[in-house]
């Protein structure tokens, strides 16, 4: 019962401390948008950039703790996206994106605990395979 607790709040402190931030969340949305650009028509480019600078204005997030969710909303196009683990998942809608991230978080704490179990407690070996 303790190990349990221990492995919980172990899973728990390396997911809070690896949930994304608002600024790296643009970093990988702006890297997502110029690799599109690259085989773009001039149109659709001028269309991209303009996204590009819309998203920093305004992206919405919402802080989880554990995990984030991120959602943009540009000329009826909206895209909303799980930040954990320091990587970002696009999903389509919020309720979808909420269950998936209670899911994901939920596979997480399971595959960190089984690693724990194993005799492993490397933070980078927990992060790197609980969030494949």
Known sequence: MFKLTVLSMLSFIVLFLTNPTQEEFLNFYNQKINES???????????????????????????RYVYSVYTVDFSGE???????????????????AEDGAIKTYNKIIHTAGTILENGSYKVEEIVENASK
């Open 78 to 96: 909206r895209e909303v996206y799980i930040g954990i683990f320091k990587k970002f998942f696009l999903k389509e809608k919020v309720e979808s």
């Open 37 to 63: 650009k690259k085989e773009e028509t001039l149109t659709k480019k001028i269309f991209l950039e303009s996204k590009k600078i819309f998203t920093q204005i305004k992206v919405e997030r919402k802080d």
